[in-house]
């Protein structure tokens, strides 16, 4: 029985002694750490420097209008990539209103900010709207092209249509120009990103009120049509 106040200092006879640490010991451990640290802060950053990025270009069909944020085709391209073996980081680099001009203008900053791996190209359809010449289109999207694969991107462009009632050679030229640019530049194409949602019979009911941009449900569908042209240019 121990007395009152007294510790029991004895040990089990395999037990090893608790030394204690003294200053000198405390300081090289300090030191130690301090200088694993930095080194694990380094390869943190080389581990993020390795994550390719994928860069998407475009106008509202790509910037989530009139959606809820995370609900649009970029936003679940870039949750399928996140679930790769080697995971990707998405950029969205797409603005409402956008057309070809403004995209190019803007191009430049966006590669030499993020360095993209891989850049999709989703702009015209506002060129056809304003009626903006066709050569002016084709020039714009070419020099894109042409930037993004200078910086050593491998480059997607998504084509567009327009609706019949801009008359039947407009229709034609205009779908030809994303086509054409792709084939000329060696660049892989979507030859019409809305497809299975614009040319349905019932495609009132998949965009919103103003038929222009397509609702949150349309939005799978379209990443559907980008993936199987998008995913040669993953490897």
């Known amino acids: ?114 360095r993209p791996k891989v850049v999709i190209i989703e702009l015209g359809g506002n060129d056809a709207l304003r009626g903006l010449p066709l050569a002016s289109t084709r020039d714009n999207l070419e020099q894109m092209v042409t930037q993004a694969q200078a910086q050593g991107a491998k480059v997607l462009v998504a084509g567009m249509q327009v609706p019949p009632n801009y008359g039947a050679a407009y229709t034609r030229d205009f779908a030809a120009v994303f086509s054409e640019v792709a084939r000329q530049r060696k660049a892989a194409l979507v030859p019409f990103l809305l497809k299975g949602v614009a040319d349905r019979p019932d495609a009132d009911a998949w965009f919103q009120a103003d038929r222009i941009h397509p609702l949150a449900k349309a939005h799978p569908i379209l990443l559907d049509n980008v993936w199987p042209v998008l995913q040669p240019l993953l490897r």
């Open 1 to 114: 029985m121990k007395d009152k106040g007294v510790s029991d200092k004895r040990t089990a006879p395999d037990a090893k002694p608790v030394l204690p640490v003294g200053r000198r010991q405390w300081l090289l451990h300090c030191s130690l750490l301090a200088c694993a640290l930095p080194w694990q802060a380094h390869a943190l950053a080389a581990e993020a420097a390795q994550t390719p990025t994928l860069l998407v270009l475009g106008d509202s069909l790509s910037a989530e209008y009139g959606l809820a944020r995370g609900s649009g085709w970029v936003a679940l391209l870039g949750e399928r990539l996140a679930k790769r073996p080697r995971p990707w980081q998405v950029v969205n680099g797409s603005i409402s209103g956008d057309t070809t001009a403004g995209g190019r203008s803007r191009l430049p900053a966006l590669l030499k900010q993020h």
